[in-house]
Each structure stands twice: as C-alpha cells, then as structure tokens.
C-alpha cells in the first residue's frame, strides 16, 4: 500500500487553513511538516484541516508539535480543525488533542 499525503491551502479571512488529504506517516512527515512550516510562515494564524485525513502517526503528531512550536516561538496561532474517525483516536489516546486549541470544522473559525 502507498501511502501519500496532498495538501490544499485555502484562505478564509484572517486564517491560513491547510487541508491534508490522506495520510501522514513516516513516508509522509517530512512533506507535511515542510507543507505546515510554509504556511505558518505566511500567516499569523493557520488552522490544520484534518477533515480528510484518514491517518496519522507518531511521526504526524511530531509534525503537529514541531508547527505549534514554531508558531508559539513566533507568537502566531495554530490550530486544528475537522478531526475525526481513527485521527481522532490517536490524536486522543496519545493526548496531542490537549495541546491545541481544537475546533469542529474549518467553518467555525472566525
């Protein structure tokens, strides 16, 4: 099985959201956290689009840490949206949901 992972970034007022579509993995981490690095770098606040993700790894929520960490050292917001199904369990079980501020989908942002 292949695993991949695209990226679909979109503006809606004042936030910057990237939608993951797929799956990110070890194969996939370092095109997700270059995509999620890119876009904090061009906004103050960006919102990640999980409503198409169907799979997340330990490497994925390294991903998920390294971009907050790198919006809180530069004093932007980064949220996450549109998590459900498995993405949600393992977002939960490890206690990575704790660490952000997390909303239901990216139409409730404002």
Same mark, same amino acid.
């Given at each position: 099985?292949?695993?991949?992972?695209? !990226?679909?970034?979109?503006?809606?007022? #004042?936030? #910057? *959201?990237?939608?993951? *579509? &797929?799956?990110i993995d070890t194969t996939t981490a370092s095109l997700a /956290?270059?995509?999620?690095?890119?876009? =904090?770098?061009? +906004?103050?606040?960006?919102? !990640?689009?999980?409503?198409?993700? #169907?799979? *997340?790894?330990?490497a994925g929520l390294r991903v998920l840490l390294r971009i &907050?960490?790198?919006?809180?050292?530069?004093?932007? *917001? !980064?949220?996450?949206? &549109? =998590?459900? &199904?498995?993405?949600?369990? =393992?977002? /939960?079980?490890?206690?990575?949901?704790?660490? !952000?501020?997390?909303? /239901? +989908?990216?139409?409730?942002? #404002?």
């Amino acid at each position: 099985m292949s695993a991949t992972v695209e !990226f679909k970034e979109e503006t809606k007022g #004042n936030w #910057n *959201i990237l939608k993951a *579509i &797929g799956r990110i993995d070890t194969t996939t981490a370092s095109l997700a /956290e270059q995509a999620g690095l890119a876009a =904090i770098d061009k +906004s103050s606040q960006l919102a !990640f689009d999980m409503s198409q993700l #169907n799979y *997340i790894s330990s490497a994925g929520l390294r991903v998920l840490l390294r971009i &907050g960490k790198k919006a809180k050292k530069e004093k932007k *917001i !980064f949220v996450l949206c &549109g =998590i459900s &199904g498995m993405v949600k369990e =393992i977002l /939960e079980d490890s206690g990575t949901d704790m660490l !952000f501020q997390v909303y /239901e +989908s990216a139409d409730d942002l #404002n």
